[in-house]
């Protein structure tokens, strides 16, 4: 089993336990590594002090590094300090056992990481699945840990555009690669949003010849074709009350009968339901049943806005640019780019693949997309552009460092680290394309490179 290594570090208390968790760990099948920069990490304690929350602070400005925090004993991490762990950057609390239970617990909070950012980091890779940032990032490792590592139904949620359907298509191909119930590799979608009511049973459930005026053939429905395979119920929220009963049954018990039929079918399926609706809002209404909510609503995940990824805006930019440009290498110049960096998306991922489209046909020539190219109607009211920047965002990241005990220049310098690795990133690791985007000289970066404050590419998993 391939192990990623993890760094060790001990407070200020805990030094009698050091030797015998470093001991136990490499017992354990986990490589003790010097850099304490890795994605991984263990710190011991003896006391919740200055010293341990320090510590976490700086793992928490990286979403990319998580740490298992070790209690020296019980009276070390009660309920109260649990939660302010967690709360300054920890991934977990764990209190240390002499008896090999400890270390065999830790090896294996650190292989479910390494696996899940594994898995995580191919699906990202995947061209469909575009996009660098921690918002989407995290929501991709949920969907894959919950697609890998259990049964459970799952339901996304989040505005139209966001990309519902791809994260759907990742958990059936999760399901078919030796998932928890493994499936075959196929999606079925319902599109709940275009049924028509007095069909709608048959498309779920089929029918049987005769069962209704027209139907003078067997017709099997969704749950018949989705046996052995994952289940897209899209748009569940506009599923008529009537039926909701009918479509629990099926759900709960993996049984049904066909339009006009008496006969109990089986099935076997993971289901996955998306709605860009608040589900839980139409049960208080009384327009979705509180009984097939919880049983859809196993793991919830929701997807973010694009304003809340807004540094996959260009990757993606570039993404839907080639689709439409047969693959010529075409780039953005700046002020295009700050166009679309700053641009409202009210319908998301989506709209920015329209506004794209729209873009590349109007470009001609080997040069690069400029404004021209931009048609008139997508232009900034007044000839304007607005910066959204600084934003709501910021200020809230801002205050959550203040609360936690961050200074001015910790701030500041996170700040920095922060912008250079996303420009870096969304560069494509081009150093000069991101030293002018920051406004820096590309020596810095190299600089930076090779003093190794910026890491190679490619990167790990976010």
């Known amino acids: 089993m391939q192990r990623r290594p993890a760094w060790f570090r001990t407070c200020q208390g805990a030094e009698s336990l050091e030797g015998e968790i470093r001991t136990a760990l490499v017992a354990s099948g986990v490589q003790i590594e010097t850099d ?4 991984y990490g263990i710190v011991s304690f003896d006391k919740a002090d200055e010293e341990l929350f320090g510590v976490l602070h700086e793992i928490r400005l990286d979403p990319r590094r998580r740490v298992l925090a070790v209690a020296a004993s019980p009276d070390a991490a009660n309920t109260g300090v649990v939660w302010r762990l967690l709360h300054a950057g920890a991934s977990d609390v764990l209190i240390w056992s002499g008896n ?63 990309g519902k359907e ?25 599109d709940c949003g275009s049924l028509v009511p007095e069909l709608s049973g048959s498309e779920f459930f089929g029918h049987e010849r005769g069962a209704f005026t027209g139907a003078h053939n067997q017709r099997e429905g969704a749950f018949a074709m989705a046996d052995g395979a994952t289940l897209l119920l899209d748009e569940i929220g506009e599923v008529p009350l009537s039926l909701q009963a009918q479509l629990l049954r099926a759900i709960q018990e993996k049984t049904y009968k066909r339009v006009g039929g008496n006969l109990w079918q089986r099935t076997n399926f993971r289901l996955v339901c998306a709605t860009n609706r608040d589900l839980e809002d139409l049960v208080r209404h009384g327009q979705f049943r509180l009984d097939l909510y919880y049983r859809i609503a196993g793991c919830v995940f929701r997807t ?8 996959d805006i260009l990757p993606l930019a570039r993404r839907f640019l080639r689709d439409c440009s047969s693959g010529n290498p075409v780039e953005f110049d700046n002020p295009v780019s ?14 920015l693949r329209q506004l794209i489209e729209r873009i590349a046909h109007r470009h001609a020539g080997p040069g690069p997309i400029t404004v021209g190219d931009i048609p008139e109607d997508d232009r900034p009211a007044g000839g304007e552009l607005k910066r959204a ?35 870096v990133r969304s560069e494509g ?19 930076r490179r090779a003093t190794g404050r910026l890491p190679e590419p490619p990167y790990p998993p976010g």
Request: charge should be neutral.
């Open 166 to 190: 791809l994260l759907a298509r990742l958990v059936s191909l999760f399901c078919a690669a030796g998932g928890a119930n493994k499936l075959r590799k196929e999606l079925i979608i319902v």
């Open 389 to 423: 920047w600084p934003d709501q965002e910021l200020e809230r990241s801002i205050s959550n460092a203040l609360a936690i005990g961050a200074s001015l220049k910790e701030i500041t310098q996170a700040t920095a680290e922060t912008a250079i690795r996303i420009a």
């Open 338 to 351: 700050e166009y679309l960096l700053n641009r409202v998306y009210d319908g998301n991922i989506r709209e």
């Open 304 to 311: 973010p806005a694009l304003r809340e990824r807004k540094e």
């Open 36 to 39: 304490a920069e890795g994605p």
């Open 100 to 162: 090999g239970l400890g270390a065999a617990q830790l090896s294996a909070k650190l292989q479910r990481w390494f696996d899940v950012d594994e898995l995580a980091g191919q699906a990202v890779s995947q061209e469909s699945l575009v996009g660098d940032s921690p918002a989407w990032k995290s929501v991709v490792r949920r969907v894959v840990e919950a697609a890998r590592f259990s049964t459970s139904p799952i339901l996304l949620t989040g505005e139209s555009g966001t």
């Open 429 to 447: 690791s081009n150093l000069q394309r991101a030293a002018n985007r920051l406004g820096i000289t590309d020596r810095a970066l190299q600089m």
